[in-house]
Structures are given as C-alpha cells and as structure tokens.
C-alpha cells in the first residue's frame, strides 16, 4: 500500500464537532444561542424590521455573552447567514479543589471516570458556594459546566443525596 494513502484522525476534535453551524437571522429565536462579535451569545432580545423600499427586512439581535456577561448588539439583513455555537451542559462530580482549580470527575455512561481538573473555580457567590460546601465537607456535590467554542465556565452546583 502507498504511504500516500494513510490518514490521520488524530487531529480532529474530542467529539468530532465544529464549534458553530450556519442559520439564517430569520430563524433565530429569543433565548437561542448566536455568535455576535465572535463570542458565543444567548439572545435576549430579537426584532424584525419590515421590508422596504431600499430592499430586505432588517434583525436585531441584542444577546449576552454566556461566559462574561457583556452584552452585544448587532444588525442584519433577514437573509443572512450567522454563526450560532455548539453550546453543551455537562454534569461532574466534584472531587477536589487545589491551588484554585476545580477537580472533576467525569460519572456519566460514555466517559466514567475520566479526570478534568482545568476549570478554574469560578469568581462571585457561585464560587464562594462551591469553595464553603467543598470546605465543610460535603462529600457528593455535582457542578455543572457549560462550554462552546473551546470555552468552559463553572454555572451551577448541587448536592447529591
């Protein structure tokens, strides 16, 4: 066989996704996702102007980062294409927090057992939550991670009974 014809699949992504997929702006709905100013949005806000004399009916989409919290606007024909993200929930169970790092144990049916401990505790009342129950010895606690386009962020917690 010839070298020419061996591939390599070693480079793809860990689920094999893009991070974005195309939709039109006449498509996308208030509490969707949406790509504005290249960061990954939630779309709180979203109106349609009528068609005019000088051509296509206008959107208005106004969305909050879903990572940093800043708000982002912008305008577009009703026709055009737009990025939206790949946004996933996922559930860990925490096992550890060391030098300002969540360690997570994955515990679902596809990936048991498999270790993360990248995620940086987050800042504000979610981090101090997680910090306090993890000092005081809550054993079975589950934190929830959201990530799109190769970010992650730490949003939600709770105890397992």
Request: hydrophobic share 35%.
């Amino acid at each position: 066989m010839s070298d020419a014809l061996e591939a390599d699949f070693g480079s793809g992504d860990e689920a094999g996704a893009k991070p974005t997929y195309t939709a039109q702006a006449s498509s996308l709905r208030q509490n969707g996702h949406v790509m504005l100013k290249d960061r990954p949005c939630k779309i709180t806000e979203i109106t349609t102007t009528t068609e005019g004399k000088h051509g296509h009916s206008k959107v208005t989409i106004v969305g909050v980062d879903i990572f940093t919290g800043d708000e982002y606007e912008d305008v577009v024909p009703s026709t055009q294409n737009l990025d939206v993200p790949n946004v996933s929930r996922k559930d860990y169970r925490l096992t550890n927090i060391e030098d300002g790092f969540l360690h997570l144990m994955d515990y679902g049916l596809m990936d048991c057992g498999d270790m993360k401990a990248d995620l940086k505790v987050p800042g504000g009342d979610l981090g101090n939550e997680i910090q306090s129950r993890f000092d005081n010895g809550v054993e079975f606690m589950t934190v929830t991670v959201l990530s799109a386009c190769g970010e992650e962020k730490a949003i939600a917690i709770k105890k397992i009974a």
